[in-house]
């Protein structure tokens, strides 16, 4: 076993990028995830690999797309303004069927909002937060640990799918510290025959391209993007169940919002509650498998979020409102204690009985 | 067993970089440990705070609204921070910069001069370390042979020079 060392979450999304062979960073400094830029201007010059700080966010997109269309891993990373920025360039590289990481992690909003943690782009990042017919798939780390591994995760399934991923943390994620085992430095070796790298003169050219200007081909490249959607759902989807197995009710919660969760679940069930938690890591494809399950063996759930109450529609969708679905929030950059998720479980126990 | 402790003071101060020694020194004892900074627009001379949690269990929320040992390095810090100390807890208080004492009977404070013993030591920027010493005396939360091991992997490999204040002023507060 590797050594774990004690790295800021934004640290190790970093490291873990170059480590999964993420040679080419593009981004523009914002707080909450600062670090992630400083790391990598440190680092990519000693390695070979390119830093380079954009004059924009529009303009570091752009070049992530570039970098895409030539089939090698690359990597921008922002904070919600800064994401928000970046939609028109990930709707053109979702278009154009490339692989490619965005990391958001967020802070309160909408506008310039704050600087304090939030899940609030819950709806940008899973619905598509550009223009047009399109999904990202996303990964939400609940620990510095996954910071790490979701980010090689993310290159991965970018790599096998052609399509586009966002790791979705938010400011607690980023600059929290804790121990961290690094993943083994890999060479990304899938073959990428589309790339646009030269001919050699020895075949036709490659195009890469979100412009269609004949409907009927641009219906059938979104019917093709959407059959491999559908494969990532059926085979994609990650999540964790804690203390399920003989639950009546259930906490649904990601990142930072599970971890307060856990506390709350913990302490409900030493006074007598039964309750659960199902957490999703991947955010898109959602969870709605468990969910289902769990709506047929518990009285209700709490959907605990850092927003006004985002995910808890695609609980509701999941459990196709068969149960009551209550919201537990904070928004702004607050974050709910576990006292306040505890008290929101026992009002459900008491709406139920 | 989870303790969590709340180190805050002025930016300048080392807040952060004593909890990252703190929570190294879990680490060392495998420990489970999470270190979570205030961040915000603050620079040298304005707030900081750093929430660091050891513990036997996995750690669930990384928060420390109520820690069971406050470090405060500056009065506002105190003021800010004192009642929401576990009943119980532990206060170890800098009393160079915080001339008041608890308010509270149902927690233990510790009073020691850091920042002048950290001065007339002839390493004024190391109040924070003599802050953590006395903390590790009172609490035993890590053993101090493990924090003066802990610190070897903390202060970097260039800033070696370094290395022997730092223990120097762990060992002050530890002893006082």
Known sequence: MAEKVLMKGNEAIAEAAIRAGCMHYFGYPITPQTEIAAYMAKRMPKIGGVFLQAESEVSAINMVYGVAAAGFRVMTSSSSPGVSLKQEGISYIAGADLPALIVNVQRGGPGLGGIQPSQSDYFQATKGGGHGDYRLIVLAPASVQEMADLTVKAFDL?????????????????????????????????????????????????????????????????????????????????????????????????????????NAVIEARKQGIKVGLIRPITLWPFPKAPLAKAAKQVKGFV??????????????????????????????????????????????????? | MTTQILIAGFGGQGVLFAGKCLAYEGLFEEKQVSWLPSYGPEMRGGTASCGVILSDEPVGSP??????????????????????????????????????????????????????MAAEAGVPTLANMIMLGKMIKESGVVSIDNAVEAMKKVVSAKRADLLEANVKALMAGYNY
């Open chain 1, 158 to 262: 970018a790599d096998k799918y052609r399509v586009p991923a966002m790791l979705l943390a938010d400011g607690t994620m980023g600059q929290m510290m804790e121990p961290v085992e690094l993943p083994e430095p890999q060479n990304s070796n899938v073959e990428k025959p589309w790339a646009v790298r030269g001919t050699n003169n020895q075949r036709k050219h490659n195009v890469v391209n979100s412009l269609y200007l004949k409907p009927e081909i641009l219906e059938q490249t979104n019917f093709e993007r959407f059959e491999r959607y559908k494969k990532i759902e059926e085979n994609e989807c990650i999540y964790e169940e804690f203390m399920m197995d003989d639950a009546e009710y259930c906490v649904v919660a990601f990142g930072i919002a599970a971890r307060i969760s856990k």
């Open chain 1, 303 to 353: 959907s605990v979020e850092l927003s006004m109450g985002q995910m808890i529609e695609d609980v509701k969708l999941a459990v196709n409102c068969s149960k009551p679905v209550n919201l537990c929030n904070r928004v702004g950059g607050m974050i709910p204690s576990p006292e306040q998720v505890l008290e929101s479980i026992k009002n459900l126990v008491k709406e139920a009985e």
């Open chain 2, 63 to 116: 928060i420390v609204s109520n820690p069971d040992i406050l470090l405060a390095m500056n009065l506002p810090s105190f003021d800010k921070y004192e009642s929401q100390i576990v009943k119980g807890g532990k206060a170890i208080v800098d009393s160079t910069l915080i001339e008041r004492k608890a308010e509270r009977s149902d927690i233990d404070a510790f009073y020691i001069p850091a920042t002048k």
